[in-house]
């Protein structure tokens, strides 16, 4: 196969990922930007210490495009607000694998089986972790810190800056992502991939050798889709997109700045065994 040929089938399987997937990316910029201009983090402030603020934080961090590395700030925000870790940890979990631009973009590539079990599987990971670390993990009394909001910009200049951050900012990951997808689809053998995906602890390897991949939220699902079309069942595909985006080792050290060791290293299982348990029930399920 000549280079003119490869680069002709590159050309065309980035047009067609890339029609699938923006048409969703731009209505899930449009309210990804409305959560952050109409929501206030003052809302969560309001619940951060209540019986059941894993559970508003992780819906908080669901409605937030941020990636596994940039929701660290406002991770340590919320917990410095609150008398426990687990806000904090239902945030880091769900804020990295869900958001309206990761639910658009699983719609266009995947469909909404996989979608639906996506967000469902991990909100609730999120919140029962939660609520073992409250268990498990006491934090010791700390001063709260006051969290005062930028003053001066009307809603609708929130929501441009918010649209134009997102759309670069994210929009940038998933271009990039949309780029490795098809050079994946077109330079990868897929009999390579179906003898990978064959293996007995397929979903193990694929959740040790993705968590030192750093992609942004957003990036890992045409990735994720070019595996597909390459003979990873979308369970495999699952353990990938979760173990990929929802952390990675900049993540994990930063972490080490907001948790003791011992609840990073819990955490950092929790990654691990979810993230396979994800893919290994899709498939058995479905």
């Not at 508003?56 to 819906?59: K, N």
């Not at 029962?128 to 969290?147: C, E, M, R, S």
């Not at 992502?177 to 991939?193: C, K, M, N, T, W």
């Given at each position: 196969?000549?280079?003119?040929?490869?680069?002709?089938?590159?050309?065309?399987?980035?047009?067609?990922?890339?029609?699938?997937?923006?048409?969703?990316f731009f209505i899930a910029t449009v309210i990804g930007a409305f959560v952050q201009a109409y929501i206030s983090f003052n809302i969560v402030r309001r619940f951060i210490n209540k019986g059941y603020s894993p559970v508003?934080?992780?819906?908080f961090g669901s409605s937030v495009p941020v990636c596994s590395c940039s929701m660290i700030p406002i991770a340590q925000t919320i917990n410095s607000l609150s008398r426990s870790y687990a806000p904090a940890v239902a945030f880091l979990i769900s804020a990295p694998i869900l958001s309206p631009v990761i639910f658009f973009l699983m719609i266009g590539m995947f469909g909404w089986k996989l979608t639906v079990f996506r967000f469902v599987f991990g909100f609730l990971t999120a919140v029962?972790?939660?609520?073992?670390?409250?268990?498990?993990?006491?934090?010791?009394?700390?001063?709260?810190?006051?969290?005062s909001k930028e003053q001066g910009l009307s809603r609708w200049q929130i929501f441009k800056n918010a649209f134009k951050e997102i759309f670069i900012g994210t929009g940038k990951y998933v271009l990039i992502?949309?780029?490795?997808?098809?050079?994946?689809?077109?330079?990868?053998?897929?009999?390579?991939?179906?003898?990978?995906?064959e293996f007995s602890f397929s979903y193990i390897l694929i959740a040790i050798f993705s968590i030192p991949i750093?992609?942004?939220?957003?990036?890992?699902?045409?990735?994720?889709?070019?595996?597909v079309d390459l003979g990873f069942s979308q369970g495999q595909a699952l353990t990938f997109m979760f173990a990929s985006a929802g952390i990675c080792i900049p993540t994990i050290l930063a972490t080490f700045k907001i948790f003791p060791k011992k609840l990073v290293v819990f955490y950092v299982l929790i990654w691990f065994f979810g993230s396979t348990a994800s893919g290994l029930l899709f498939d058995l399920i479905f």
């Open positions: 196969m000549d280079i003119i040929t490869v680069f002709e089938q590159f050309i065309n399987k980035f047009l067609g990922y890339s029609l699938e997937v923006l048409p969703y508003i934080t992780a819906f029962i972790t939660a609520y073992i670390v409250n268990i498990f993990f006491k934090k010791p009394p700390t001063l709260p810190v006051i969290y992502g949309l780029l490795i997808a098809s050079a994946v689809a077109v330079l990868v053998p897929p009999s390579l991939v179906s003898r990978f995906s750093y992609v942004c939220s957003g990036e890992e699902i045409p990735i994720a889709k070019s595996f």
